[in-house]
């Protein structure tokens, strides 16, 4: 593509107080040579934009560059079709961060250089934006004729919630359910929990209107007995096999599979579960009120008027079922006792618990239950023997009054947590080189981002809900399965339009591999978060454009740089770094490169700049799609071309990870340790790269952070590769 550059200064933002904007249109004009070059009084307004698109029409300008506010800001008014579009961030990056007197007291620069280092700092910036526009081309779709069907497995409340969802938004379900009925877990209810006040009256489950509704919608189509055999393909093009045989196409994923109780096998024998019959787990206390339509004793059928339920419940050899729990143990322990004392008021129940949990309107369901007579016992459950008037002698602590428990008990009632059904066995049968099934968060659970995106697996295209995500109660797993019903559609949509997906939503590139290259040495393929490679029988990657969500961790990955984007490669990056005016070593001014993660780092710069918080003018800042996608070159470029430190900015990682591409800052960590080790062999201190963990919510210390890089830094003599 044969660039023909528009530079337009975004008057609307202050730039003039700060800036000498002539230095900006000379760096445009006389080193990049821009066709056009105007200071415009709003680029956002409509008068803005009628005037760059008549710029364009007169002068065939294929390249817009923007220097105003932030590329997260005013997105959608400054997009010219059939334009690469680049915007630089001055507003928040130069003006709003960089006050005079915070530069020349707190970071001892020169009072006398000061307007001039924020005025370099801007012109770097220019440079670098305009390097990336004119490395950038306009990406080609990967558009896919996906068809318009769901498959939904899973027939439980959050299945069938799913599918519905999916047929009323006009698509295709196709429900598959491994069981002969549909309703799962929750055709064993007795009774589901209230919705709204007052909370005497327990309604029905909604299983059975459910089930009815699914039976009978045209968009539907149910398959019960039946199983997933293999899923191929990609988004937009899955391959589908059932276990009894049938066969078609699907352009998303839900998985609704469901829970499994904890292993009561673990239990602790303290509790005599299995021993004594009187003792039972919460499912066991629901079906048998269920059956007989009340409460009563296993062991010989009498009245019930004394219940301990147990909802912090031990196990053998340090298991923890808490991870399983949620707040569901809370809510269905409330449920049950208002089983009891709905059938006899004067009956009292009573709740061994750590702390209860009843978010929301369920505390409104726990009020009402203690003011009907719950008792309340904070502590363990220390054992179960047999009384002398009821079946049942228990002792116990109450840990907040410190006082020893004894009591008698017509009935126990422990609480068990709920286990993804794909902890232990396989449902999708993914034909992916990664493996057969989804990957899984440290319990089992298929979840990729949680706090950005729920819904989300590892897995492009195939979205979890309801109880396979996280414990939750009927209610929830119905609303959870409408958000996933909502991104499966979504997700056709998208691939429709061969744009990606999240979290680059509306992102048309994709990686394109030069194969003459590729020596098959298969990184792409292993490091790719999201199985977006498969291989062929030499090794050779196969990319599957529309499982891909455009990070670029594959492009980092690659030794040999065959990886790119049209609008994002390793020699743009590299060029951007070199196109940095780096003052020599007398001048006493240390360039620091700031490599940050667009999505957390970078919203925290911008979020720390409208908090006018300051940082050093001697730093640069360059966004990335992920820390992940660094390559080790671009290291070795900012080295040689003198730069002083280089900050790399990445999303939190490990067990309880926030990177929005998964394992993308872990693998930055990874690169950048080998790259200490080459920088001591080299006698350069490995203390000039520094790896910092940023979540969206550190925007006020993290220009503390860079500030004190800096310092260090500066601490250091030159780097010796200046000039």
Request: with cysteine; net charge negative; proline share 6%.
């Amino acid at each position: 593509m044969d660039h023909k550059v528009g530079f337009y200064i975004d008057g609307g933002c202050g730039l003039d107080e700060r800036l000498e904007l002539s230095r900006l249109e000379k760096v445009a004009t006389s080193e990049y040579k821009a066709v056009v070059c105007k200071q415009l009084a709003n680029a956002c307004s409509p008068e803005g934009q009628d005037e760059i698109g008549k710029d364009i029409a007169e002068n065939d300008l294929n390249t817009i560059v923007i220097a105003g506010v932030s590329a997260r800001h005013a997105c959608p008014y400054l997009d010219f079709p059939e334009c690469v579009v680049e915007r630089v961030n001055l507003r928040e990056q130069v003006v709003w961060t960089h006050d005079p007197e915070f530069l020349v007291e707190e970071m001892e620069e020169d009072e006398d250089e000061v307007e001039e280092n924020i005025n370099m700092m801007a012109e770097d910036y220019v440079r670098m934006g305009i390097v990336r526009a004119t490395m950038s081309d306009l990406p080609e779709a990967h558009k896919i004729a996906s068809p318009r069907r769901v498959l939904v497995i899973g027939g439980g409340v959050s299945g069938m919630s799913a599918a519905l969802n999916v047929a009323k938004a006009g698509f295709e379900a196709v429900l598959v359910e491994k069981q002969d009925v549909l309703g799962g877990w929750a055709t064993k209810l007795f009774r589901d929990l209230p919705k709204q006040a007052p909370f005497e009256n327990l309604p029905e489950p909604p299983i059975g209107g459910m089930v009815e509704e699914v039976n009978g919608h045209a968009n539907i189509t149910v398959y019960t007995g039946c199983e997933v055999s293999s899923v191929a393909g990609a988004p937009g093009e899955f391959a589908v096999e059932l276990s009894n045989g049938e066969k078609f196409d699907a352009g998303s994923i839900i998985l609704a599979v469901g829970w499994k109780p904890f292993d009561t096998a673990k239990l602790d024998p303290k509790y005599k579960y299995g021993e004594n019959p009187n003792v039972v787990t919460s499912l066991e206390l629901e079906a048998m009120i269920k059956e007989k339509g009340k409460l009563v004793r296993p062991s010989d059928g009498g009245d019930v008027s004394t219940v301990a339920f147990v909802t912090n419940v031990d196990f053998t050899d340090d298991v923890d079922q808490s991870p399983y729990l949620a707040n569901v143990h809370s809510i269905v322990a409330l449920k049950q006792a208002h089983y009891l004392l709905e059938q006899a008021p004067e009956a009292t129940p009573y709740l061994f618990h750590d702390h209860v949990k009843a978010a929301g309107l369920y505390e409104d369901l726990y009020r009402y239950i203690q003011d009907e007579g719950l008792v309340l016992v904070r502590g363990p459950l220390s054992g179960v023997d047999e009384g002398a008037e009821k079946p049942l002698y228990l002792q116990g602590e109450d840990t907040l009054l410190g006082t020893p428990v004894e009591m008698e008990a017509d009935l126990v009632v422990l609480s068990l947590g709920m286990v993804p059904v794909t902890q232990d066995e396989e449902v999708l049968h993914l034909q992916y080189r990664q493996g057969p099934e989804l990957p899984e968060l440290a319990y089992g659970y298929p979840n990729s981002h949680f706090i950005c995106f729920p819904y989300e697996t590892r897995r492009t295209g195939i979205y979890a809900c309801g109880t396979v995500r996280e414990p939750m109660e009927v209610g929830r797993a119905i609303d959870d399965a409408a958000g996933a019903a909502l991104k499966a559609v979504q997700a056709i949509e998208l691939v429709t339009q061969g744009a990606g997906l999240h979290p680059r939503v509306g992102d048309f590139s994709f990686p394109e591999i030069n194969f003459q290259r590729c020596t098959q040495c298969k990184r792409c393929t292993e490091e790719c978060p999201f199985g977006a490679y498969d291989e062929d029988e030499k090794g050779t990657p196969k990319p599957n454009p529309s499982r891909c969500r455009r990070c670029g961790v594959c492009m980092g990955a690659c030794p040999e740089r065959v990886i790119s984007f049209k609008n994002y490669s390793v020699g743009m990056i590299g060029n951007m770094i070199k196109s940095l005016e780096v003052p020599d070593e007398f001048e006493e001014k240390p360039r620091i490169l700031v490599l940050a993660c667009e999505n957390d780092a970078m919203p925290a710069l911008d979020m720390a700049a409208v908090n006018r918080l300051n940082y050093s003018s001697y730093v640069r800042v360059i966004s990335l799609r992920c820390l992940g996608s660094i390559n080790l070159v671009w290291v070795a470029d900012a080295l040689a071309k003198g730069i002083d430190g280089i900050m790399l900015l990445g999303c939190k990682h490990g067990d309880d990870y926030q990177c929005h591409f998964i394992k993308g800052s872990e693998l930055a960590n990874t690169r950048m340790e080998k790259v200490s080790e080459t920088l001591d062999r080299l006698m350069l201190e490995s203390e000039r790269i520094r790896v910092d963990e940023v979540s969206i919510t550190d925007y006020k210390d993290l220009p503390g952070r860079i500030n004190a890089f800096v310092s260090d830094i500066c601490e250091l003599d030159p780097n010796p590769y200046k000039e």
